[in-house]
């Protein structure tokens, strides 16, 4: 399995993921599209975009929430997804949002705006629209976890879509973390498998 990642792209969610998993996986370097190496990487997936995730039988698996749904079927004693269908559409409802919405919706705003607009006069509006979205999803994440180590009982793939949020606004200072976002972010930061995985990122 190989997993083609941009250091600190939401692919880290994934990336993240896989280490807490624990079975052998490679990672390779994506590129970003207007780069000299993006060609290439279009040859693989034709989307450009990462996380994408090259499987044993040679099929590439795209979107974050699909190719994350994927590892944790795949992995089923690791319990990243419930089995009775009402716990498991609570998670994809949760990391959908998260991803579509809180990311794609927010936080891409707040650092394209052009990919929104083309008016250069707009940027500072579009920005702030996608700051607000994005720490409205911060802000329900910090409801839902309340105390709880996790946003659900146990840690899901949930988790790891809200993990690379919460690991921008740490880096990146976008939004405000509460503190039990803060300590759901330091809870998977602090695994080392995870921090190595990470941290490997701008080494590759
Ligand atoms: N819908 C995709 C979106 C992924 C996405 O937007 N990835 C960004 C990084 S966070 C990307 O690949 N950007 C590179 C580019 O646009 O050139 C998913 O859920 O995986």
């Not at 590129?31 to 990462?50: C, D, I, L, M, Q």
């Amino acid at each position: 399995m190989k997993l083609y990642f941009l250091p600190g792209a939401c692919s880290i969610g994934i990336h993240a993921l896989l280490a807490e998993i624990g079975k052998p996986f490679e990672i390779k370097k994506a590129a970003r599209s207007g780069t000299p190496e993006f060609e290439a990487y279009a040859r693989v997936n034709a989307k450009g975009k990462v996380p994408a995730l090259l499987r044993d039988d040679g099929s590439l698996l795209t979107e974050f929430p699909v190719i994350a749904l994927y590892l944790a079927r795949v992995n089923p004693e690791r319990g990243l997804i419930p089995t009775d269908i009402e716990g498991e559409i609570r998670v994809l409802e949760m990391t959908e949002y998260l991803v579509s919405t809180v990311h794609m919706q927010g936080y891409t705003r707040v650092r394209r705006p052009d990919k929104f607009t083309p008016n250069e006069a707009d940027h500072a509006a579009v920005k702030a629209q996608g700051l607000e979205i994005f720490q409205a999803g911060l802000d329900r994440a910090e409801r839902q976890i309340n105390g709880k180590d996790w946003l659900f009982e146990e840690m899901t793939i949930a988790d790891f879509a809200l993990f690379y949020l919460e690991h921008w606004t740490v880096v990146n200072g976008i939004g405000s973390l509460g503190p039990h976002c803060q300590a759901h972010h330091d809870r998977l930061w602090s695994k080392v498998a995870i921090r190595r995985a990470i941290e490997s990122e701008t080494l590759s």
